[in-house]
């Protein structure tokens, strides 16, 4: 193996670049800030005119990913083990009784999907993001794969409420899978009735989209569509099943292949399958390895930790618990996927868990990235049946090395959100030191972070925080003036305050989805009241802007007391 393929390449993640104030949460903020993520950039100087108007022009492909692989020989959307395919044919299920569009994403559908926002008005776009009409070219879909979930393998799984309807590719060359989620049974829904409910939907287009603006890899939200069609749940899992209301997210990614595609594949023996599965993934995703080359599984192996480990790291940076950190929820892009019963943390807590169907904790956002290495290692055990003796030694090695990659790029998050240049010997004290006491003193992730970058340090020397209520809660600490010295000094020994707190505000968010702002949109949403999900939209694609409307919400303040209480469970 050449000295290559043992260097693992990190993932770059530009900054975000804010403006000091904003006067709204709307479409009028999206602005420079924006101009540093390339991926974002380009979309904003898109001519209207050049926007397709008539939906019966948006042209989906689905020869690529049906033709490479066999197809499920049964037909029909019933449950059943499905065996030596990648992929089963099945149609989404309309929702029934009036449908109502309760949100977009202006950023998805003209800079992704190249739609002109006037066309999402129509009842075609209703048609088509529910599921109750094809898009030209769609043969709907649905995905076998398997996972080990809560730590043990879980066998079949499935797209249980999800349609992949196609490829679409953008004026900008890129393709982009397009997938209904909460539109109907597939042969994978097990006992599940193949809907999500207003609640789960709201939470997934919200966090979708408010990721992505947080510099996070992701998947993208289009559309959220609603319906008066009555589903059933146990939201806790206590026998209190309610009647709640259907709903479908239109979602888009370069890819929904995860950890548990390939699983499924080794756990069922269907080696030549898997050996095709992964040519496909890494011919189409991954251009920097050479098909020819020997060591092309495992290169595409290392690249998985790599980013992984990086994926992770940014969670941690803003806050952020996936909540179901299971093999089939972790993509082989690593992007994040699947938005569950996620939480952005609070009070700082190791130990925080936004899933209350998670007893034990296993995944509490302390632990992430153990959960990682875990399925980094499941992902090992698939590839070992097309690995070389010789090769699964340097896998081995290769995992290892994960803990060191996701260190070190925690380490520079946080230096980041501290406002540190260079290396020095304490940072990695100083910074240990800030989260333990944030831990002792439950003081707020979120606006800690943000209200160090828009204190001067002035103030700081002079411990003039008292506008300030998270760094109030900080200065509690028996210990916070030790801290404060030392932070002061560091600080110190670099030049330009101003350029510190403008870099410290690009990296540290005003604004993240807390789960008491969930609940509140999602409360009005269900009474066909969708302000608040347009308010969040509009917030959180601008996270690092102070916005009016958003200071007016509450949204940068003090949680409410009643936020402590509310509880988020799988139940979707």
């Not at 193949?194 to 408010?210: K, M, Q, T």
Request: proline residues 3%; hydrophobic residues 40%.
């Amino acid at each position: 193996m050449s000295t290559l393929h043992l260097v693992f390449v990190f993932a770059l993640f530009s900054p975000v670049y804010g403006l000091e104030f904003c006067q709204s949460g709307g479409s009028e903020c999206h602005t420079d800030e924006r101009g540093a993520l390339d991926s974002v950039q380009s979309r904003w100087n898109v001519s209207v005119s050049n926007l397709r108007q008539d939906l019966d022009q948006f042209v989906l492909s689905c020869k690529k990913l049906l033709e490479t692989f066999p197809l499920d020989e049964v037909d029909g959307n019933f449950v059943r083990p499905v065996k030596n395919c990648i992929f089963s044919k099945s149609m989404p299920t309309p929702l029934k009784g009036p449908l109502r569009l309760a949100a977009f994403s202006k950023d998805v559908i003209e800079g992704i999907l190249d739609i002109d926002m006037a066309a999402t008005q129509s009842d075609e776009f209703l048609r088509y993001a529910s599921g109750d009409r094809l898009l030209p070219g769609s043969v709907p879909f649905a995905h076998r794969y398997g996972g080990h979930q809560f730590g043990y393998w879980a066998g079949q799984l499935g797209d249980g409420r999800a349609h992949s309807l196609g490829q679409y590719t953008n004026r900008n060359g890129e393709v982009w899978e397009l997938q209904l989620k909460g539109s109907g049974k597939t042969p994978y829904s097990r006992s599940g009735d193949g809907r999500a409910v207003i609640r789960s939907s709201v939470r997934e287009f919200l966090c979708s989209e408010a990721m992505h603006f947080l510099g996070v890899p992701t998947s993208r939200a289009a559309s959220l569509i609603m319906s008066d069609e009555p589903v059933l749940r146990d939201r806790f899992y206590n026998g209190n099943v309610k009647t709640e209301r259907g709903a479908v997210v239109l979602r888009l990614a370069k890819s929904w292949f995860r950890i548990g595609s390939l699983e499924i594949l080794a756990q069922s023996g269907e080696v030549d399958l898997l050996r095709r599965l992964l040519n496909f993934v890494i011919d189409e995703h991954f251009s920097s390895i050479r098909s020819d080359d020997p060591d092309k599984y495992l290169v595409f192996y290392s690249t998985v930790v790599n980013e992984t480990a990086h994926l992770i790291a940014r969670w941690m940076s803003v806050g952020f618990a996936h909540g179901v950190c299971n093999t089939d929820n972790f993509s082989l892009l690593s992007i994040t996927i699947d938005y569950g019963p996620f939480g952005f943390m609070e009070s700082y807590n190791p130990n925080f868990v936004p899933n209350t169907s998670d007893d034990e904790g296993r995944y509490r956002i302390g632990a992430q990235a153990n959960v990682g290495f875990f399925n980094l290692e499941k992902l090992l055990m698939a590839l070992s049946l097309v690995f070389s003796d010789k090769q699964q030694k340097e896998a081995k090695i290769i995992l290892r090395g994960f803990v060191e990659i996701y260190q070190m790029r925690f380490h520079e998050l946080f230096k980041a959100k501290l406002g540190l240049l260079g290396e020095e010997e304490d940072d990695g004290y100083l910074i240990a030191f800030l989260l333990k006491m944030m831990e002792d003193t439950q003081s707020d992730f979120t606006m800690t972070f943000r209200q160090l970058s828009e204190v001067s340090l002035e103030q700081l020397q002079q411990k003039n925080i008292t506008q300030m209520w998270a760094l109030e809660d900080l200065s509690s600490h028996l210990f916070f003036a030790d801290w404060l010295n030392m932070y002061l000094l560091r600080l110190g020994r670099q030049q330009n305050d101003l350029d510190r707190q403008h870099r410290m505000k690009t990296v540290n968010p005003r604004y993240v989805l807390r789960n008491w702002m969930a609940e509140s949109a999602i409360s009005k949403a269900e009474v066909n009241d969708f302000s608040e999900v347009e308010l969040l939209y509009g917030v959180l694609s601008s996270p690092f802007v102070t916005q009016e409307t958003a200071e007016e919400a509450g949204y940068a303040a003090r949680p409410p007391p009643w936020a402590k209480r509310l509880k988020v469970s799988c139940s979707s």
